[in-house]
């Protein structure tokens, strides 16, 4: 099926810095997810984003729909070590039902 | 709001054996619910929707005999792993569409269940 190419695969930086990383795909979406996940845990929803240019923030996390519909980031600013974790970006195309496409996520070690 | 419960969240069985995963939407009707299964250091893999009523759809090359889902309700689904072997063992994780449809293909996530065939 469908994928989204979703980078960095993975991310070391030092706290406090920030962070940027980013989906792309190659068919138009009309809707895109982020999601963070702990070690044993279920994904949590971070920001849903429904428009083309859409910019969503969530206190340091912020993302964002791209203008053509084919990619979104997500940026954290000030990283804290409870950013550790992976992100995944998801994406829902009208030909999928209500399936989503899964990013192969960004896993983020944060240094303190 | 948008809470999703599983239960349990670690299982080890016998080879042969059967186990039951339950999700549960807490805070609101589920039409949609989705079961996922999560290797180690990858992402997501879709194995079957569920809507409550109707029969699960299954992605391609997932069995649906081996694994059973039922939706009987808005609020739970079940997955059961049917003969489990050593190789499913693995992170199953479901989620859960908000029915209220506020627009949205937003999932919530239950927190997933390690399950250990031995």
């Known amino acids: 099926g469908q994928q989204l190419n979703q980078s960095p695969q993975s991310m070391f930086i030092q706290e406090g810095e920030d962070v940027s990383m980013n989906c792309t795909s190659s068919?138009?979406?009309?809707?895109w997810l982020w999601y963070k996940q702990d070690p044993g845990e279920g994904p949590v929803l971070l920001i849903a984003l429904y428009k083309a240019g859409e910019l969503t923030s969530n206190g340091r996390l912020t993302a964002q729909f791209g203008i053509t519909r084919k990619d979104s980031f997500l940026n954290i600013s000030a990283s804290i070590p409870s950013d550790v974790g992976i992100y995944f970006c998801a994406g829902h195309e009208e030909t999928s039902g209500s399936r989503l496409t899964f990013g192969e996520g960004t896993q983020l070690t944060v240094n303190p | 709001g948008a809470v999703v419960s599983q239960h349990p969240s670690r299982v080890i069985c016998k080879s042969g054996t059967s186990v039951k995963i339950e999700c549960r939407s807490l805070?609101?009707?589920?039409?949609?619910m989705f079961w996922y299964r999560q290797f180690p250091k990858k992402s997501l893999m879709l194995m079957a929707t569920?809507?409550?009523?109707?029969?699960?759809?299954?992605e391609q090359g997932v069995e649906k005999d081996k694994f059973l889902i039922n939706h009987a309700s808005l609020t739970l689904s079940t997955l059961t792993v049917t003969s489990a072997h050593p190789e499913d063992s693995s992170f199953y994780i479901c989620?859960?569409?908000?029915?209220?449809?506020?627009?949205?293909?937003?999932?919530?996530f239950g927190p997933g269940t390690r399950l250990t065939v031995t």
């Open positions: 989620s859960a569409r908000d029915g209220a449809g506020r627009s949205s293909y937003e999932q919530y």
């Open positions: 805070d609101f009707q589920a039409t949609t």
């Open positions: 068919s138009i979406f009309n809707t």
């Open positions: 569920s809507n409550e009523g109707s029969k699960a759809t299954y």
